[in-house]
Every structure is written in structure tokens, then in C-alpha cells.
């Protein structure tokens, strides 16, 4: 009996024991198949997000952000009308890619080398893959070292070896002549002190209107379609002094976009009317000939974009650009002067004489000549 009863809840107790065990059992066994159908589901969610973040919206950006980003000044410097993706050397972003400039201007010999600051997503370091649309003009190596070989312009591109329709140019312009204007010089040879910036040049080409020695481009006085000039080296001089008094001061202002030619600005314009219209197109981007990017006279500093009105960079060259022979181009509140939307990165040399007074006055290019900017 005793050991009966001993053995009675004993074996009782074993077999609720077991059922227990046998519902502990069971449980952790739907748990483990659910842990594993989630995980499950949750990688295939996962490579949807993936597939769509990669492809999807990056498709969108191409089309609507770059069109949007670069409309204000016109300036994708557009390399051929080459299909997608669309690169944008303003330094808008729809490639992933992000570069420090992306134009480069060299004498034979020079180097330089874009630096990378953003990769598309997934992309690294290694799978950068650099090359050069005309090896005659400039050289890169797979680092991105780029070397001017000779005179001429030419487009490196970087594109990604993960996903090769990510890419975007740099646009390189190689100068004749042997004229110490490297991009990387920084000896004491440098006009970073000019006390005065001269007029530029006058070309005597029939078709370009001058006002007190001044090439004037707006929307009333054209240039003709020869007219081919490149940056011209007075510009660039003066806006690497410039950029180096601006350095001084901790502040990065670089060339996002120089010379364009008739064939380049035709080529943007016609595709902002494609997409706006002739009327809308008008306010913020200049028919070819009209642009006053032919006369290799302008520079647009950094990334076209409003936000640049916001940075310590445009403040500084709004104060001081005069000084080395800029003017703001187009000024905020005389768009109906000017005929252009507010471009605070737009800069064009006229000499420290025009421009100065320009700047004390307050008054834009048109104002000072007393000539009008419209379509006729
Ligand atoms: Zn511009």
C-alpha cells in the first residue's frame, strides 16, 4: 500500500508531467515554425524593399529631380544626347554618386582628380570604373587621376561597376598653350591679390553686340552660332583667385559649370521645352545663342541649386565677387530687368571697373548699360 500509494502519484504526477511536457514540447515547436515562416517572410520583404529602392525611385529621380534640379540655370553641361542615365554635372545627385566638381579645366600636363563624395547605394570605393570619352584630350587612371594629354574637351565618366547604370561625367577642357594654370598650382604665382580685374576681351566677330568694351548676351542680344570662344582664361584666373581668397576663409566655391557651347545649350534648351514649354523653359533656361555661358565669361559656382543662396559661399560671393570682376548675373527682385529667375551661383567677369560699380549701385548688368533683356 504504501508503496502503492507511493507509487500512485508518482506515476500520476509522471504522467501529467509528460502531457506538460508534451504541450511545452508541441509549443516550442509552433513557435520555432513560426520564428521560421517569419524570418522567412521577412527576407522576401526584404529583397522587395531592396529591388524597389534600388530601381524603382532611382528611375524616377533620374527623370523628375534631375530635370527639376537642373532647370534653374540650364546648366547641365550636356555631353552628347546620349541616352540615360542622365548625368547632371551641377552636382545634383540622381547617379548616387556625388563628386567635389565636375569640370575640370587643365593645360597640357595638368592633373587634377574628382574626389567622390557619396556612392550610390551598394556601391564602393572598388567598384569605381573611370574612363575617358577621348584619350587625346585627357587621361584617368582607375583611381580617378585625370591627365591632360591635349587641347580639346572631352567627358570622364565614373560609373559603378556594381550597378553600371549609375554614372555621371566630369566634363574636362584642356587649354593650348603652355601657361602655368594648373588647377592644382598653389605657389605664390597665383593672382590671388589683384588689385584690379582688366576688362576682357573683345572679339571682332560680326554678330556679338559690345557696350563700353562689354560682350552683352541676354535675351535681346544673341551671339552666332560659331561663336566658340571656350572659358575664356582671363575668367578662369580671376575666379581661381577668387576661390582661393574664399579658401582663406574656410569657404569651398568651386566651378560647377563654365563655358557651354551653341550645340550644348541647344541641346538643353530644347529639352526643357520638350518638357515645359517654350514659356516656362524661357524663365530659366536661354535659347541657344542667347546663353551667356557662350561668351566664356560665366561660371556657375558650385551645385546649381536655390539652396546655395542659403550657404555661407553665396554670401561671401555675393559681398565680395566684384572684387575679381564678377558681377551676379542675376540678382533677386530684377528678374524683370534681367529676364531670369534669381541665380545666386550665375557669375559673369566684366572687369573690377563694371562690376564694382555695379555692386555699389545695386543695380544688374542691364541697368547699367540701359538696355532691355526680351525675346523679340
Ligand atoms: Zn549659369
Known sequence: MDNNNYQRPRKRVSKETARKRQLIALGVIALLVLIFILLIAKACSKDDTKKGGNTKPTENKNSVTTMASTTQDGSMTTTSTTTAPVTNPDGSNDSG?????????????????????????????????????????????????????????CYITLRSAADPT???????????????????????????????????????????????????ANKTYSMPADFNPGLEPICSEHFQALSSAAAEEGLNLWIGSGYRSYQDQEIIYNNYVAMDGVEMADTYSARPGYSEHQTGLVIDCNTIDDAFGNTPESAWLAEHAHEYGFVI??????????GYQYEPWHIRYVGSKVATECYERGICLEEYFGIDSYYH
Do not use: C
Open 166 to 216: 549609375k554614372e555621371i561625367q566630369v566634363k574636362v577642357v584642356v587649354a593650348d598653350g603652355n601657361v602655368q594654370q594648373t588647377s592644382n598650382n598653389t605657389n605664390g604665382t597665383q593672382p590671388a591679390n589683384l588689385a584690379e580685374a582688366p576688362p576682357p576681351p573683345v572679339y571682332d566677330m560680326d554678330g556679338l553686340t559690345y557696350k563700353d568694351g562689354i560682350l552683352i
Open 329 to 338: 548675373r542675376y540678382p533677386k527682385g530684377k528678374e524683370d530687368i534681367t
Open 97 to 153: 554618386f556625388k563628386l567635389d566638381k565636375y569640370s575640370i579645366y587643365l593645360d597640357i600636363g595638368g592633373t587634377d582628380m574628382p574626389y567622390v563624395q557619396e556612392y550610390p547605394e551598394g556601391s564602393s570605393e572598388a567598384d569605381e570604373r573611370w574612363s575617358s570619352s577621348d584619350e587625346k584630350v585627357a587621361t584617368v587612371d582607375e583611381w580617378g587621376h585625370i591627365t591632360a594629354v591635349g587641347a580639346g574637351e
